[in-house]
């Protein structure tokens, strides 16, 4: 009967040990540690009155009363008889013991770059870009995405985007009949950047996304249409950003390329996959260039709608409780081996 209870226990430290832990809090998981239990407040002199002022460094406890509290509704600490009850204030009128706050000085772009970086910082990317679209159907909205993929922070990335072709049946890209246009958060409105309704040079750095700390992203909502005059035949976007860092450096981050097809009018496309994203190549016919300035590049003053920060990148690699979930497994498993041992010696010896 014993030996049955061991080999029930071990069976059950087998499989729920491992599921235990990787149901462990995300804190836990990330390696956080939970925060300190606060202490009491130092005693006080009897007979006296409840602090105007909550204890600097304890935290708010929630309770709504004056100067902190326990948990039991009661003054967390009194102060002295006859001690004054207005709080003291420097000259300046910032209260006695409180940190001064120093406003952050802002960003001023620099007029020419101190340097070109070895690293790309912007990457520029598009996303829900449909690889097929058939002319004359109307608007089709994606995404224009500009990354922080380095370790720098990086202060402004002016974004661009070109159209061109290779397509051999097409004499110019206009016979492709697109049109282009962003949604400016700034005034709510869309805003022609190429094609119809547009300025020969409204497609370059439309936008500037501001302020991108490592992980961070700004995204810009697109949409394209083809006219139905359009000549069906492929054509391509290159998309690029011209970033400056915390560090002075700037320069233009890699193109990427994403390539599409137009359709005649009236036809069926069946499944549209997204445009995908490679790298643009030196030779591509109509690839701009951007290394003409060597990296120092005029910073114009203002003029251009800026991108807020919409989020982060997926972050990748294993969770901190992998290494102790192995090890508790290892564990489990070495015991079960050990009870199984166990029962055959006892078998035999029987």
């Known amino acids: 009967m014993k030996l049955h209870r061991l080999l029930a226990t071990t069976a059950v430290m087998a499989a729920v ?9 995300a804190a836990h998981a990330d390696g956080a540690t939970p925060s300190p239990t606060t202490s009491a407040a130092p005693s006080a002199p009897a007979g006296g009155t409840p602090s ?20 039991s509704g009661k003054p967390a600490a009194t102060a002295a008889p006859g001690a004054s009850t207005k709080p003291s204030t420097s000259p300046s009128g910032t209260p006695s013991g409180a940190p001064a706050v120093t406003p952050s000085p802002s960003y001023s772009r620099p007029t020419f770059c101190s340097g070109i970086p070895d690293e790309e910082r912007g990457k520029t990317s ?74 020969v040079f409204d497609n370059d750095e439309f936008a500037t996304a501001k302020k991108l700390e490592p992980g961070e992203y700004a995204d810009a909502r697109m949409r394209i249409k083809i006219g139905d005059k359009a000549t069906p035949g492929t054509g391509y976007f290159f998309t690029v950003g011209h970033s400056y860092g915390a560090d002075g450096q700037c320069g233009f981050d890699d193109i990427s390329q994403f390539d599409f097809t137009v359709l005649a009018p009236g036809t069926k496309p069946g499944g549209v996959d997204d445009a995908k994203g490679k790298p643009a190549k030196p030779g591509t016919p109509g690839r701009p260039d ?61």
């Not at 380095?150 to 985007?161: A, G």
């Not at 090890?327 to 079960?336: I, K």
């Open 126 to 199: 598009l996303r829900g870009l449909p690889g097929k679209i058939v002319a004359g159907s109307g608007w089709h909205e994606f995404t224009y995405r500009v990354s922080n993929v380095s370790k720098t922070t990086v202060m402004e990335t002016d974004v661009s985007i070109w159209l061109g072709t290779a397509d051999p049946k097409l004499d110019d890209v206009a016979q492709l009949a697109v049109t282009v246009e962003w949604f400016n958060p700034g005034t709510g409105q869309w805003k022609p950047i190429e094609g119809e309704g547009a300025g």
């Open 52 to 71: 105007p002022s909550p204890n600097p460094g304890r935290p708010d406890t929630g309770t709504g009363t004056t100067g902190g509290s326990d948990g």
């Open 290 to 350: 951007t290394k003409g300035d060597g990296g120092h590049k005029p910073a114009p003053q203002g003029g251009r709608a800026e991108l807020p920060v919409s989020g982060r990148l997926a972050q990748t690699g294993s969770s901190s409780t992998l290494p102790a979930v192995a090890a508790v497994g290892g564990a489990a498993v070495v015991a079960g081996a050990g009870a199984v041992f166990l029962v055959r010696r006892r078998r035999a010896t029987s």
């Open 17 to 25: 040990g491992p599921a235990a832990l990787l149901a462990a809090p």
